[in-house]
């Protein structure tokens, strides 16, 4: 495992799997109140199964990924619209730059969004049956997956899938299916969500006061909330979230316009994907995550969009297609102009430096590949062919991406592979010390939850119990450490720049320094007592 956001959900799990408590989460063994269960409940499952590896981490979020493209299939089969353009969806859904991103990392998105698209698609489902008993488990189904959802990330999952239905209803003016549609689901999301909200208000009785306060109402209002963007931030991002297919957009679009008798389906998707879009653009806090649901309306309208063009899949020569492939080559081929530039020093900072030889090569690899699939496919004659031109060239990017992550990344946004080099140098009984940035992959890494805390990072809620206060450390407290341990056992600090000012000069004369990128490492080894008598005679002279 390598990106910094995955440590969080891996470590959690793993110490709920470690301390057997299955109810209240908690990150280096201290509160940590941001997220409900069930997540947790999964990757512990999965290091149980499988082990404390990358993969098993990884698992729920691709699990999930796969088995939201397996139902997009599905519904547009049941929706009248034929195998074909269900594939189609699944297809487009898989290989949007955001969808592939997101659900290869361990992060509870995907299975979020899992339990949000069945949600909405059976409330469809709901809506279009005749049978009154089918109809009934339906939306029975809707308020399990909405109950799921809740255990997996909080109150979104009601707020997503009622204004998806709320605007559907009322473009249709319904009125009469808006209550008699809410009761069932409201009971069984009721039915599925309270055991643990009462087990974890019983065990934690502050849990709902921060859980509902703070987590939702503080964060979608609050101008100073975490991650605060501006409303246009999810708008402006969207060509990359849905890349390469934002290309074939507006031949979907025209397409759409050709198949006006689909307009209750139609217009379904549309509610769909525009009202999540404004809802998480009108929150203060932003991450390109949050749009993660709409991607699946955005998929399957894509994929009904482009139906009236498929029937010329015989040999017919005209142009569907081929502006957006063209401007799809342009977009690889630039890349790979700027790849090639950059690495003759002409334009920007060096992307890869001189031991990278082979990271570069496979990155230009990637885009030439990439470059050559669609240069290809504006030449087919097969206009199905070229409409998939977008997926299959994606998908050389996404076969060499973990393998072209240059340096510079690794040494921002990755750390587990430094610190695992530090550990075999370490005894396990260690006292670590870590700043807010870094103890997620510190704990993590060492398979310990008793780290201190240089600085408070996402842990101020749970380091403020009384309990807790003596982890994290100030300057003094971090001197008195220092002054109780040295020659005692070993001590590890895992900081970044910023905390190394202050901590810097309290460390003694035999202590290591490593460094990558941002991380850096001080080590204070025990001594043989001769060398600890001299050392404190220097520190008292000096």
């Known amino acids: 495992m390598t990106r910094l956001d995955e440590f969080r959900y891996a470590e959690i799990a793993r110490e709920m799997l470690a301390t057997g408590d299955w109810i209240s989460p908690r990150l280096n063994g201290v509160r940590y109140f941001e997220k409900p269960v069930l997540g947790y409940w999964i990757g512990a499952a999965m290091q149980w199964a499988f082990g404390e590896w990358t993969l098993a981490v990884r698992l729920p979020s691709a699990l999930s990924t796969g088995l939201t493209a397996l139902f997009l299939f599905f519904f547009l089969r049941r929706c009248g619209q034929g195998p074909r353009t269900g594939l189609i969806a699944a297809f487009v859904y898989l290989t949007c730059l955001a969808v592939f991103g997101i659900g290869t990392t361990d992060v509870l998105d995907p299975l979020l969004n899992l339990w949000l698209t069945l949600a909405i698609g059976f409330f469809y489902w709901a809506y279009i049956e005749t049978d009154s008993n089918r109809r009934t488990i339906e939306l029975l189904l809707v308020g399990l997956c909405c109950g799921l959802a809740f255990l997996t990330k909080g109150f979104l999952a009601f707020a997503v899938p009622a204004v998806v239905a ?53 964060r979608f209002t ?29 031949l979907s679009i025209a397409g759409l316009c050709k198949r006006l008798s689909d307009s209750t389906l139609t217009g379904y998707l549309l509610a769909w994907f525009v009202m999540p879009f404004a809802f998480f653009s009108m929150s203060s806090g932003k991450l390109i995550t949050y749009i993660l649901p709409c991607l699946p309306a955005f998929a399957m309208l894509v994929a009904i969009g482009l139906k009236p063009f498929l029937g010329r899949d015989n040999g017919d020569t005209g142009t569907p297609g081929r502006a957006g492939l063209a401007v799809l080559l342009l977009a690889y081929s630039a890349a790979l102009a700027y790849l090639l530039m950059n690495r003759l020093g002409w334009v920007g900072r060096p ?35 070229r409409l998939m031109t977008p997926g299959v060239s994606i998908v050389v990017l996404m076969l060499v991406v973990y393998f072209v992550v240059p340096n510079s990344t690794r040494g921002s946004k990755m750390p587990g592979e430094f610190f695992n080099s530090q550990k075999s140098q370490l005894g396990s009984d260690t006292i670590l010390i870590s700043d807010g940035s870094y103890f997620r992959a510190v704990a993590w890494v060492f398979e310990r939850d008793d ?39 070993d001590m590890a600090f895992f900081i970044n720049e910023n905390t190394e000012r202050w901590l810097a000069p309290l460390m003694p004369a035999t202590a290591r320094r490593s460094e990558f990128g941002n991380y850096i490492v001080w080590c204070i080894p025990v001594e043989k007592e001769a060398d600890i008598d001299r050392q404190r005679a220097a520190q008292e002279s000096g």
């Open 222 to 250: 609050s101008e100073r909330a975490q991650h605060s963007e501006p409303p246009w931030y999810f708008l402006v991002r969207f060509p990359g979230v849905v890349f390469p297919w934002i290309v074939l957009v507006p």
């Open 451 to 489: 780290i201190y805390m240089a600085d408070e990072g996402e842990l101020a809620y749970g380091l403020s119990y009384p309990e807790s206060r003596h982890r994290l450390l100030d300057e003094g407290g971090a001197r008195s450490l220092i002054a109780e341990n040295f020659g005692v056992v």
């Open 166 to 218: 709320l605007a559907f209803i009322v473009w249709r003016l319904d009125w009469s299916r808006l209550l008699s549609f809410v009761w069932l689901p409201a009971v069984a999301a009721v039915l599925v969500a309270l055991p643990w909200a009462i087990m974890i208000h019983r065990q934690e009785s502050d849990f709902w006061h921060y859980f509902f306060w703070v987590e939702h109402i503080q």
């Open 351 to 385: 992307v890869f430096d001189a031991s990278e030889t082979y990271r570069w090569a496979a990155a230009a690899g990637g885009l030439a590949g990439s470059a050559t699939i669609t240069a290809a496919g504006l030449r087919t004659k097969r206009v199905a062919w």
